[in-house]
């Protein structure tokens, strides 16, 4: 019981109310929709387990780029003040804010054919638009800000102290992150890489316009529940249990990370 907080006003419980219903009721039309006895079969179906192996595989592979690229760049954001900081901290937030759909389209204009790195790519030989790869750069592309967010404020609120002792005592600045910033950090570091993993397992937008929907390639779980709803792909009781193993997923992640954040009381 939280003694300390101030008793709910009356006339607030209408409009909480309805925000909850706002959130919780379509997520409630999808769990009435499910035929539960199907779900095993619809989630062993051929369509599905080729979906959910790609996500899974993608996910993991846009996390790992995420980390490796995201601690370098909140450590850069820690270490920036003033308006260099203000607008790195904006180019960082802005996958959260723009429309999926915009940043596949930013993402096929910079590496597509006639792109600004298109044509040059394709001298080498690469071609990444509508590939397995090109999911993995939108799945990162829209994951990245989850990952330098969480880090950046764990980073912000460390005690420096330890990682000055380190340094007096001759330790290289590869040696303190390891040994001292990155472990200081750790828990905020695996809110991170959680946040990343169950954003890109979610992307859409971006991977729709950039990598296409070809089955076995580029189809995930989203674009395998939207084929199913516009008459192809899998069918409606695969993409509902497909649905429904993403809500579980997602909810499973918030726990997680909830209960970290819990202080233990006795």
Do not use: H
Not at 2 to 18: D, E, K, M, S, Y
Not at 152 to 162: C, N
């Amino acid at each position: 019981m939280n003694t300390g907080q101030t008793r709910f006003p009356v006339f607030l419980w209408i409009p909480a109310t309805i925000a909850l219903a706002v959130l919780v009721l379509p997520l409630l039309a999808i769990l009435l929709r499910i035929n539960w006895a199907e779900v095993p079969r619809s989630l062993q179906a051929p369509e599905a387990l080729s979906a959910l192996q790609l996500s899974l595989t993608t996910a993991a592979c846009a996390t790992m780029l995420c980390i490796v690229l995201g601690v370098p760049l909140a450590l850069l954001l820690v270490r920036l003040s003033g308006l260099p900081a203000a607008v790195l901290r904006a180019l960082v937030m802005l996958p959260l804010v723009l429309p999926p759909l915009v940043g596949g389209m930013a993402l096929l204009l910079l590496l597509g054919r006639n792109g600004v790195l298109g044509d040059a790519l394709a001298v080498l030989g690469l071609r990444i638009p509508f590939t397995t790869a090109a999911v993995v750069i939108a799945q990162t592309f829209v994951a990245l800000p989850f990952l330098v967010i969480s880090v950046e404020g764990a980073l912000r609120s460390a005690d420096t102290g330890f990682e000055r002792v380190a340094e007096s005592l001759g330790a290289s600045p590869f040696m303190v992150l390891r040994k001292v910033t990155l472990p200081l950090i750790a828990p905020a570091l695996i809110a991170g890489t959680v946040l990343s993993f169950t954003r890109a397992l979610g992307e859409f937008g971006a991977t729709a316009l950039f990598a296409g929907n070809a089955a076995g390639t580029t189809q995930t779980i989203p674009l395998a529940i939207y084929t199913a709803f516009n008459g192809s792909g899998v069918g409606q009781d695969t993409a509902l249990a497909l649905a429904l193993l993403l809500i579980v997923l997602a909810i499973a992640a918030l726990v997680f990370l909830r209960s970290r954040r819990m202080p233990v009381t006795q």
